[in-house]
């Protein structure tokens, strides 16, 4: 029987009755002195008193002269005072206000005589003087409890003469990570191993949130082993969060682990990813089994334990700002979770669009990429593309309207731009998502990008884009802008081992190959090439494996598990390929006539034209460079 964890708790639910059993059993409200200097960040944990006044003195707000205000009367532009040497004091701005004195005429009303000063004006009593007391008075309430200590209120403190400060402890989380695959960083690890980079992630969420990450050695996967080890973090932690195990694999522990040493609140919460998530406790320090997926890892800790932090931290946890966005693909999802689905965001003219990331608990670099986040309500089923939604936005509202939007078919050249942009002016970003040149085709219909990278071949004439523009546009409204020529071919592996010359060879027995997306240019070539020479494509042994991008396929040629596939040349020599070139195709940027004025368009353009362009391209090697950024026709 297909195994089926303990619950399938509604995320809220969960959230809240773990909040308030570790409230219950005494969780936080640890404190500790430090210096009012070393505070910036941290939550105070009583009120704040001033012990002095701030200025402690009367002090002069201004250079001048420091005077008895009575002296001055009467001074006018045609009955000016004359002071002689000892009847007015010299001041800088700062100083204490000398005996006698009580008001502080500017240097720049102060006209120098032989012997003395001559004033056209008389001075008020306690004018341009800061008064004891004036900023703080001691006694005075500087800062309430729990709140969070600026830089400003570190220089008010300190003008209070508060030097030290009682403070919220930082809760410590011990992180377990388990597993024996899992091994330290290195650069080239062996098959089968698996980097350890959850801690890393976790430890760098942690000290956003306010608490101190404590890394443990990597446990391999032993009960006994495990249980020391947590027995051992929860000793000297206030968290704990178990890295892996969170499942029901043959060496899944972390649930039974927990239970030996404490309780376990809820075993499986109705979210995805992060649905093997365990809830776990011993008294007041939460013990959080987390999944070794790192998208899943990071979406239970965000989800569970960033709450119980913020409860530890008696802080308001800040609102999330969500915004309406069109959706550019359709997402499918099943009934029984909430899901949450990572997307890249721009803006293309008062319109928001969503284009969803890819969504395997593995996929980090979406983490990354991510722009906004999609969260599908349990017992919904998706949405449909077009759709209108909400997304939790994950970057600035004004960044994403200076985001180029690049939706459309892949190649690494997209990645220079983007950084070359970036680089000439860092108000400007660029969004690709990589969906084929007949998805940024229909994008461009739906008004939902600003450029889109096209290479689609006409079988009937052998030219490239521009009839699939004529049929797609019967209107007009879009420009062909010319790119660059790029050497397609097939990529093997080093050294060709099978000895493949061609497409011909693809249908031989042994030989497995990995595909573009049905949609994208390379497909297309492929598949036209395959017809032209008469080649029965169900006999090619992974024709229908599918990857979205040059250097996917290229990656899974490297690693072992295809022999060949369709791609480009700067792909195959990124990855120390074999490549056997087919054909020149021309590769183009389709941009439509609503996004041709807009800033980012026009910073694209003059990067394509720019002598840095050509430069990494050359580098990245198997390019035509002609003029890149001139209109080749416009319809």
């Known amino acids: 029987m297909a195994f089926q964890y303990l619950t399938n708790a509604d995320l809220e639910q969960a959230r809240t009755e773990y909040c308030q059993i570790l409230a219950a059993n005494g969780m936080g409200q640890k404190t500790e002195v430090i210096p009012a200097a070393e505070s910036c960040g941290r939550i105070t944990s009583q009120a704040v008193y001033a012990h002095i006044c701030a200025p402690h003195y009367h002090a002069s707000a201004m250079d001048g002269i420091a005077v008895e205000a009575k002296r ?63 900023d703080i008075c001691a006694g005075e309430m500087i800062l309430a409890s729990y709140q969070k200590i600026t830089p400003s209120a570190i220089g008010a403190m300190i003008a209070g003469g508060v030097l030290t400060v009682e403070v919220i402890a930082k809760p410590v989380v011990g992180i377990i990570p388990t ?15 698996i980097l350890e980079f959850n801690g890393s992630i976790f430890s760098a969420m942690l000290k956003e949130w306010g608490a101190s990450p404590r ?6 996967d032993r009960f006994e082993d495990i249980k020391a080890m947590v027995q051992k973090a929860v000793s000297e932690c206030d968290m704990v969060i178990l890295n892996a195990g969170s499942s029901a694999g043959r060496e899944d ?16 919460i109705a979210m995805k990813p992060g649905k093997p998530a365990i809830l776990g406790y011993q008294g007041a320090k939460p013990i959080l089994g987390v999944p070794g997926y790192p998208v899943s ?15 530890w931290n008696c802080s308001t946890p800040e609102q999330p700002v969500y915004e309406e966005a069109v959706l550019s693909r359709t997402v499918v999802s099943g009934l029984k979770y909430r899901e949450f689905v990572r997307v890249r965001l721009g803006y293309v003219g008062e319109q928001l669009v969503a284009s969803p990331l890819g969504r395997g608990s593995g996929v980090i670099s979406s983490f990354m990429k991510a722009d906004g986040m999609l969260e599908i309500p349990q017992g919904t089923e998706g949405y449909e593309a077009g759709s209108k939604i909400q997304v939790r936005l994950l970057r600035p509202a004004e960044e994403l309207r200076q985001t180029l939007v690049a939706i459309g078919s892949h190649d690494p050249l997209l990645d220079e731009v983007a950084d070359m942009i970036h680089r000439e002016n860092h108000g400007v970003f660029m969004s690709s998502s ?24 006409n079988e009937a004439d052998g030219t490239y884009n521009t009839a699939f523009l004529k049929k797609y546009f019967p209107g007009g409204g879009v420009r062909l802008v010319e790119c660059v020529g790029r050497t397609q071919g097939l990529m093997v592996a080093a050294g060709n081992p099978l000895g493949i010359h061609g497409i011909d060879d693809l249908t031989d027995r042994g030989i497995r190959y990995v595909n573009r997306q049905k949609g994208s240019g390379t497909r297309i070539l492929i598949d ?19 990857e979205f991008t040059h250097t996917s396929v290229a990656a899974q040629i490297m690693s072992g598990s295809a022999d060949a596939g369709m791609g480009i040349y700067s792909a195959a020599r990124l990855y120390g390929l074999d490549f056997l070139p087919v054909c020149m195709e021309q590769y183009d940027l389709l941009i439509p006539d609503y996004a041709w004025e807009t800033p980012m368009v026009q910073q694209l353009l003059a990067t394509l034209a720019s002598e840095e362009f050509r430069n990494r391209l050359t580098a990245l090697g198997g390019y035509e460079i002609g003029q890149p950024g001139r209109v080749r026709e416009r319809f």
């Open 297 to 311: 890892g990071i979406i239970v800790i965000e989800q569970i334990l960033k709450p119980v932090i913020d409860q």
């Open 72 to 134: 001055t009367f009467g001074a006018t532009e045609t009955t000016p005072v004359h002071l002689k040497k000892d009847e007015y004091v010299v001041v800088d701005t700062g100083d204490p206000l000398p005996e006698g004195c009580d008001a502080v005429v500017m240097v720049e009303d102060v006209v120098q005589e032989a012997d003395g000063v001559c004033l056209y004006d008389a001075a008020a009593p306690w004018q341009h003087i800061r008064q004891i007391g004036e």
């Open 528 to 546: 036209y090439l395959c017809r032209k020479n008469g080649i029965d494509t169900g006999k090619i042994y992974g024709y229908d494996r599918e």
């Open 215 to 220: 890394i443990y050695p990597i446990v391999p």
């Open 434 to 457: 990589h969906v084929g040149s007949m998805g940024g085709i229909m994008a461009a219909r739906r008004r939902e990008n600003h450029v889109a990278g096209i290479h689609l071949l």
């Open 253 to 268: 522990y972390s649930c039974q682990v927990i239970r030996e040493l404490g309780e376990v609140l809820y075993h499986g």
């Open 179 to 193: 597993g024996d695959e899992i091994i330290l960083p290195t650069e080239n690890p062996a098959p089968g191993e």
